[in-house]
């Protein structure tokens, strides 16, 4: 009778314990599952996207150091004669090797502002109209070094904009390897893309252009000029140049219509090149998406832009100088840099 009494109570205690939850207790684990895994799947959104922004902004930057540094090895070549060439003088009568075709003096630094290269255009020329987002048109040229006065072949030091270097030697001191940068958009992929076309030496067609880097939506270039004001029609004398920059002009205030000889001393006249991008990455790679901003790939000195001359953007009268793009979701860069030319730019 004792061990009949012991043993009911805790049979009543089991079944007590073997029952399942409430509804409500259900409901709540539930919400509280469902809230731990919303938080979770933010977080991870959160990091992919902060990781995405992250890779993004570094491949910006390598993008922007090798523009940069392709950029200026072709400025600092700009100008370069081979010892034969540039230790004897021009033959006196120059006409023919000036350009006459072309009508533009055979100049070693170019330009052509707010403007678009089309397939078949001469290195002097952009015939596509208005620049992809008044990008500019940017051309060095240079002459290849040779080891030894008789050889047939270039010492390889040199490259062109596509990186390969020069094999043969130049005939005469008009004979150059003209690069021609500007901006294009990509038809595979819609990108606006900084595009190289290289001339060889002794003329002939252009090599195919070739990308050099994908995402530059922006190409602005300024030239820094020795003893020369904006859109200068006369010769300028000698002895107004000292080889110090004194102010930074657009390609169209260095080119004279009609005035081969005026136009070309204007551009010997370029001692530095100030060259500024706007560069993008891939889509959905910005963490904001939806703010509108305002890039100046020349810098800014007020908000309503920088003076005509000066290093800063001139918006009334140079379009590029500043950007705003639609907000698209991408992460945008701003790169300027300044090239100071090493050779003499004008001919021996």
Known sequence: ???????????????????GLTLVELMVSLVIGLVVVLAASTALVISRNGFNSVDAAAQLRDSARFAEDVLQRLG??????????????PPPNIAALQGAS??????????????????????????GGSG??????????????????NTASSD??????????????????????????YVSISPSDNEPTLMCAVWPLGGGSA????????GVEDFQVLYGVDGIPAGNKTMPAAS???????????????????NNAVTAA?????????????????????????????????????????????????????????????????LRQVVTFTVHLRNPQGTS
């Open 132 to 149: 992809v987002n008044g990008s500019d048109v940017l051309v060095l040229r240079f002459q290849p070094n040779v080891s030894s006065v």
């Open 240 to 258: 107004s140049a000292d080889n110090v920059t004194e102010r930074y002009l657009r390609a169209d205030q260095l080119t004279v219509a009609g």
């Open 1 to 19: 009778m004792t061990t009949e009494r012991n043993s009911h109570p805790a049979t009543h205690t089991s079944l007590r314990a073997q029952k």
């Open 156 to 181: 390889s030091a040199m490259i062109d904009c596509s990186g390969m270097a020069p094999q043969g030697v130049p005939t005469d001191p008009y004979d150059r390897v003209t690069n021609v940068l």
């Open 76 to 89: 600092v070549q700009a100008g370069f004669e081979d010892l034969a060439n540039s230790a004897s003088p």
């Open 207 to 214: 090599s195919t252009p070739q990308p050099l880097v994908k």
């Open 266 to 330: 204007n551009w010997q006249r370029v001692r530095s090149i100030r060259i500024g991008m706007v560069l993008r990455a891939s889509a959905n790679s910005a963490v904001d998406r939806s703010t509108q901003q305002t890039f100046y790939p020349l810098g800014i000195a007020a908000s309503s832009g920088g003076a005509a001359g000066s290093l800063f953007s001139d918006t009334n009268n140079d379009a590029g100088s500043n950007f705003t793009p639609a907000p698209d979701g991408r």
């Open 102 to 127: 072309t009508n533009v003096p055979n100049v070693f630094v170019y330009g052509l502002n707010n403007s678009l290269r089309k397939a078949g255009d001469a290195w002097v020329d952009a015939s």
